[in-house]
């Protein structure tokens, strides 16, 4: 059965493993729940293997069960004991995870990109709403100021016709 998440995996679940270096006896690699596991030289393949080196190399990923978990929490591992149709499964099911993770991605970016669409609607609003305010302020502003001016005149008028 394929396992990809990030708990502690159980003899006999296959999962996507990462080599992380190469020793004569083997090769430890990262499993996806970040702890390593031994996958020793005789477990590599069904036919005899000399040189790791020459099966494996750093960073390659390989679809491996887990044979043994020890009373330290190592893991045993094989690359034999798979059989096609579990690393077609554990494949197929990590890019799966993959595909949901860009669809998520994707999905958070639109959230992001509607959110800015929407702060910049609601700027939009404040400022024509501020413009709109100033401009009856200013309407306002220049009927009082018209007022003033009539008074004044009708003030120098009244003034000159007291023929003081």
């Known amino acids: 059965m394929a396992r990809e998440d990030a708990g502690k995996f159980r003899p006999g679940d296959t999962v996507l493993g990462r080599v992380l270096a190469l020793k004569p006896y083997g090769a430890f690699l990262e499993l996806p729940n970040g702890e390593t596991g031994l996958l ?4 590599i393949s069904d036919a005899y293997v000399q040189d790791v080196h020459d099966h494996l190399t750093v960073g390659q990923e390989l679809v491996v069960k887990v044979i043994d978990v020890n009373e330290e929490g190592k893991y045993t591992l094989s690359r034999r004991q798979v059989t096609p149709p579990e690393e077609e499964a554990t494949r197929y099911f990590r890019e799966a995870q993959e595909a949901r993770r860009a669809i998520e991605r994707r999905r958070e970016t639109i959230q992001r990109e509607a959110s800015w ?36 005149e009708e003030r120098e008028r009244f003034y000159h016709s007291l023929d003081l």
């Open 40 to 43: 020793h030289i005789s477990e």
């Open 117 to 152: 669409r929407q702060i910049a609607r609601e700027k939009q609003k404040a400022l024509s709403t501020s413009r709109r305010t100033l401009q009856r302020w200013l309407q306002r502003a220049r009927h009082l100021a018209a007022d003033v001016a009539q008074r004044g």
